[in-house]
C-alpha cells in the first residue's frame, strides 16, 4: 500500500511570514498533485508536477517534486490570511488513482 | 457549467438503514470517483469508474456499492448503514486518466450514521 505522510498536520501562523509544507512516502509516485480544500467545499488542484527535481511557481506559492519522485514541497513566500485552508497532496498511483495524504491544517492569522 | 453536483448536502440514518449518494458531471468526463474524508483525514478512494458500465473496487469499498449506467451519473448506495461510514463523502470526475488529470470535487455529501 502506497502511503503519503504530510507534515506538519498544523500550521498557525502570522501574516507576513514564510511557511514549507512536506509530503512524504517510501514509494514513487508518477506525478504528485497539491490540492487545497476550504471549508464546506471539495479540494481545487493547485498544481500537478510529474518530472523528478520539478519545481513550479504559482504567485507566492512553489512547489517542488523530489528527484526521486518519493516526495514533495509546498512553500508559500508571505503569508496571506486568504492562504487559511487545509492543503492537500495527492500521489499519482499510475492505476488510474490517487493516494491523498492526510492534510495540512494551515492558518494564517492577520 | 454546474460542473459536479452532488445530493444530498447533509443526511442523518439510523443504524440498519439505506440511501444512495447522488452525483452528477456536465463536462462530459469519462472517470469519475468516490471518496470519503474523516475528520483530520485526507480521502480515501470507495469505487472508481472509468467509463459508463465499469467499476472497480478502491482503498475501501466495504458496505458501498456504486453502478455507471451513464456518463453523467455515479451514484454511490450504502447498504445496512453503520457509525463507522459517518464521514463527508465527495464525488469527483476526471478528463482523463491519473496520474495527470485534474480531479473536479463536487461540494461534498456530510452523512451521519447514529
Known amino acids: 500500500t502506497q502511503l503519503l505522510e504530510q507534515s506538519p498536520q498544523f500550521l498557525s501562523i502570522q501574516e507576513g511570514e514564510n511557511l514549507t509544507v512536506y509530503c512524504n512516502s517510501s514509494?514513487?509516485?508518477?506525478?504528485l498533485q497539491w490540492y487545497r480544500q476550504e471549508p464546506g467545499e471539495g479540494p481545487v488542484l493547485l498544481v500537478t508536477?510529474?518530472?523528478?527535481?520539478e519545481v513550479k511557481k504559482l504567485k507566492r506559492l512553489t512547489f517542488q517534486f523530489g528527484d526521486a519522485r518519493k516526495d514533495s514541497s509546498l512553500h508559500i513566500t508571505a503569508a496571506q490570511p486568504g492562504d487559511t485552508g487545509l492543503y492537500l497532496c495527492?500521489?499519482?498511483?499510475?492505476?488510474?488513482?490517487?493516494?491523498f495524504g492526510q492534510g495540512t491544517r494551515l492558518t494564517i492569522n492577520p | 457549467n454546474a460542473g459536479v453536483t452532488q445530493t444530498p448536502k447533509f443526511r442523518i440514518l439510523k443504524i440498519g438503514q439505506s440511501m444512495t449518494l447522488q452525483c452528477t458531471q456536465d463536462?462530459?468526463?469519462?472517470?469519475m470517483y468516490w471518496y470519503r474524508q474523516d475528520p483530520g483525514m485526507g480521502l480515501k478512494l470507495i469505487y472508481y469508474?472509468?467509463?459508463?458500465?465499469?467499476?472497480d473496487k478502491g482503498e475501501v469499498p466495504n458496505g458501498y456499492n456504486v453502478s455507471r449506467s451513464t456518463t453523467e451519473d455515479f451514484p454511490l448506495r450504502l447498504e445496512l448503514a453503520a457509525p463507522s461510514q459517518t464521514s463527508v463523502y465527495f464525488c469527483?470526475?476526471?478528463?482523463?486518466?491519473?496520474?495527470?488529470?485534474?480531479?473536479?470535487f463536487g461540494p461534498g455529501t456530510r452523512l451521519t450514521v447514529l
Open positions: 469527483a470526475s476526471s478528463y482523463r486518466l491519473p496520474p495527470v488529470g485534474e480531479q473536479f
Open positions: 514509494s514513487v509516485f508518477s506525478s
Open positions: 508536477v510529474v518530472t523528478g527535481g
Open positions: 495527492a500521489g499519482g498511483t499510475g492505476a488510474q488513482k490517487l493516494v
Open positions: 463536462m462530459n468526463h469519462n472517470y
Open positions: 469508474s472509468v467509463g459508463a458500465g465499469i467499476t
